[in-house]
């Protein structure tokens, strides 16, 4: 069964230390989103990628580097500039045409990844 | 840029009533979604409305879209504590952009 994964489902990171974050889909999805969510907020886009090999800075892309040299891989690196990163972050992929139970358009979401801060 | 409102953020109600989450959003936009959190998990996604005057039901919620007036329903029917989750809007930054601005939530809590 297709979906999207996310690892690992809580990570701790210590002051001044990178760490990143997995995300991977087997739905043959182009597009696929990094979001961040504070407690009691929506979410907020940090990145995203239309197509392997390009991806484009979302509202809150500072202390965030990302990749996608595979179309089922989008990893996120928390920087050391990021000086704010305790929160719960979700990936999302998409596609253009409507494919079984996946809508056309629509963003799919993975289990999400809690990263704290010590 | 594009504001997305949704009210209320906080809504307790009782079984077997009705409501209705409101979602306004602040530029042309005939994309909109729905998506159901529960506490700890990720998004499911709900409903997508594509049209002005779409309409979406499944269950006991009903989505509508009104793009004139820049705004969204969510309207519960009889609501069950099954229901009780934080719903979300999301409004198309773009037309056709794949770039989404979401609202704050609503906490939903259904009381026996």
Not at chain 1, 22 to 40: K, T, V
Not at chain 1, 60 to 68: D, F, H, L, N
Not at chain 2, 83 to 111: I, P, Q, W
Request: proline share 3%; glycine share 8%.
């Amino acid at each position: 069964d297709g979906g999207i994964t996310q690892s690992p489902k809580y990570l701790f990171r210590k002051e001044g230390q990178n760490v990143t974050l997995s995300c991977e889909q087997n739905l043959n999805h182009d597009a696929m989103y990094w979001y961040r969510q504070d407690p009691g907020q929506g979410l907020r886009l940090i990145y995203y990628s239309q197509i392997v090999n390009d991806f484009q800075k979302g509202d809150i892309a500072e202390g965030y580097s990302v990749s996608r040299e595979k179309k089922e891989s989008f990893p996120l690196t928390v920087t050391s500039a990021q000086k704010n990163p305790t929160a719960f972050y979700l990936c999302a992929s998409s596609r253009d045409g409507t494919s079984g139970r996946f809508r056309a358009d629509t963003q799919y979401f993975g289990p999400g990844t809690r990263l704290t801060v010590l | 840029e594009l504001k997305v409102e949704q009210n209320p953020l906080f809504l307790s109600m009782q079984e077997g009533k009705n409501y209705t989450i409101y979602c306004n959003y602040s530029t042309t936009s005939d994309r909109l979604y729905w998506y159901r959190q529960d506490p700890g998990k990720s998004l499911e996604s709900l409903f997508v409305l594509l049209s002005n005057g779409a309409v979406k039901q499944e269950g006991r919620l009903m989505a509508s879209l009104d793009t004139k007036a820049r705004l969204s329903t969510l309207h519960i029917t009889a609501a069950v504590h099954d229901l009780s989750a934080t719903y979300f809007c999301a409004v198309d930054y773009r037309s056709g952009s794949e770039k989404l601005v979401f609202g704050k939530g609503t906490k939903l809590t259904v009381n026996p």
